[in-house]
């Protein structure tokens, strides 16, 4: 875990995996604290949920409620988006603060009101299915209530759904709906410099068939620091 403390009216971020330090000893810092606002950020994919049971252990939620309760704010971040049924039970089981979505290009307060977003263009998006298409890869497109694929090679797409725990969503043409999140479904450790004229992008390789695809410059740093601003904490 990384902990990064910043006094009152500030925030302590933290990257952090509950299920291994829970429950919260009574003589820990995140108990005794009172004169520090604290603010913590859980990335949810082998953090808070074990990427090979798609299970959250109950002493997480546990130890989350725990936070709560001493008065300290938690928050998701992830690249996940918030509305999705594929979504582990941790989005619901907690009333979390805020959720860092689509790795930053998405931001929800609370009430899940979005009230920051970073949407790619839309010439991005046609770019990039062409070339996805050309390397007979796929992708997962990410509206903000719902995802689709960009096209018909479910190979890599497949793998990369059982590593979400999720069912394989339906093929649909893209037609310039609002994009906030993309994953490249190909194989892991692929040459990504057949992407390299799209500029506007940065490709991340994930832990199986996929990879992260954001806007430049767009990242959960840039969502947490999203965040900040919106409780006054920046």
């Not at 933290?14 to 000893?25: L, R, S, Y």
């Not at 005794?32 to 950020?41: C, G, T, V």
């Not at 299970?55 to 300290?72: D, F, R, W, Y």
């Not at 298409?133 to 209530?145: I, W």
């Amino acid at each position: 875990a990384a902990f990064f403390t910043i006094p009152a009216k500030k925030a302590l971020i933290a990257e952090n995996n509950p299920a291994k330090n829970a429950p919260i000893p009574e003589n820990s810092f995140l108990k005794k604290q009172p004169a520090f606002l604290i603010i913590l950020f859980f990335d949810v994919d082998d953090t808070l949920v074990d990427s090979k049971t798609g299970k959250v252990p109950e002493s997480t939620i546990e130890a989350l409620h725990n936070l709560q309760e001493n008065g300290h704010k938690i928050c998701i971040s992830t690249g996940r988006p918030l509305f999705n049924k594929a979504n582990p039970s941790i989005f619901f089981d907690v009333p979390w603060d805020g959720y860092v979505c689509f790795n930053g290009q998405g931001i929800y307060n609370k009430e899940r009101v979005m009230f920051y977003n970073y949407a790619y263009s839309k010439d991005v998006v046609r770019r990039l299915i062409e070339k996805v298409n050309e390397q007979k890869y796929n992708m997962m497109l990410l509206e903000e209530k719902r995802t689709v694929m960009a096209n018909e090679y479910f190979k890599y797409a497949k793998t990369a759904c059982e590593y979400f725990h999720m069912d394989m969503p339906s093929y649909e043409e893209y037609k310039g709906n609002d994009i906030f999140g993309m994953v490249m479904c190909a194989p892991c450790g692929c040459d990504i410099s057949v992407f390299k004229d799209i500029e506007e992008i940065e490709l991340y390789h994930g832990q199986n068939d996929y990879l992260d695809v954001v806007n430049k410059g767009i990242n959960k740093k840039k969502g947490i620091e999203k965040m900040l601003e919106y409780y006054n904490m920046d």
